[in-house]
């Protein structure tokens, strides 16, 4: 059963433009959505999260966007880098550091 | 540089065969997780250790087992190997308690390959 879903698989990109990922979730209980960012032979690096509470976070030019209703969350990369080239996950956990349920994974490509 | 080390980096063994997977986490930190991670399942939680003890089970089987230690380092035994079983795994470490934003930091990872 997969608790969390994560699209695209994969994203193409022009240097410069927007790169958005979506995730949904099923479990109501979950209230803290990290994204992480892993390049090939790292572990995965946290991005930004956020907490129900609030519908949107933004740091530098990466913006988490929440929609508890709907139960889905997405990640804005503006202004996208070649450098940004990775592989971002969503996860989603119950506070009280409890495990990270992961989504598959986008792969990003961002071509100059 | 997450702070959370792991060895070794690569592991190359044959099925059947026994193997120990170390990590040491973030200064302070006394939780630590496992993760497995496959091109077909993607990221998934194996075990979860806090302060010596064993607080969560995810998807782990049973020829697997993990410990953490006094001085809080873990270790993850995989057993009886199958080819399956070769992946990334991961360890994390997060600080629990009072002050906890709940972030989980990834070592670099040991790759584990079964021939």
């Known amino acids: 059963q997969q608790q969390v879903k994560q699209s695209p698989q994969s994203l193409i990109v022009q240097k410069g433009g927007i790169s958005i990922i979506n995730c949904a979730y099923e479990?109501?209980?979950?209230?803290?959505f990290p994204w992480y960012q892993q390049f090939p032979g790292k572990g995965p690096a946290l991005l930004i999260a956020i907490r129900p509470d609030v519908s949107e976070k933004k740091e530098g030019r990466f913006t988490i966007s929440f929609n508890k209703s709907a139960k889905q969350f997405s990640l804005h990369i503006m202004d996208s880098q070649p450098g940004d080239s990775a592989t971002y996950f969503c996860?989603?956990?119950?506070?009280?550091?409890?495990?990270?349920?992961f989504g598959k994974g986008t792969r990003l490509s961002v071509i100059a | 540089d997450s702070g959370v080390t792991q060895t070794p980096k690569h592991l190359i063994t044959a099925t059947g065969q026994r193997v120990t997977l170390r990590c040491s986490p973030r200064s302070g930190d006394l939780s630590v997780y496992w993760y497995q991670q496959s091109l077909d399942q993607g990221l998934q939680f194996l075990i979860h250790?806090?302060?010596?003890?064993?607080?969560a089970k995810g998807n782990i089987l049973e020829r697997f087992s993990a410990q953490q230690f006094p001085d809080l380092h873990s270790e993850l035994n995989l057993s009886s190997l199958e080819l399956g079983d070769s992946a990334l795994y991961f360890c994390?470490?997060?600080?629990?308690?009072?002050?906890?934003?709940?972030?989980?930091?990834f070592g670099p990872g040991t790759r584990l390959t079964v021939l």
């Open positions: 996860a989603a956990s119950i506070s009280g550091n409890t495990p990270l349920v």
């Open positions: 479990n109501t209980a979950f209230d803290y």
């Open positions: 994390a470490s997060s600080v629990q308690g009072i002050g906890s934003t709940d972030t989980q930091y």
């Open positions: 250790y806090y302060n010596g003890e064993e607080r």
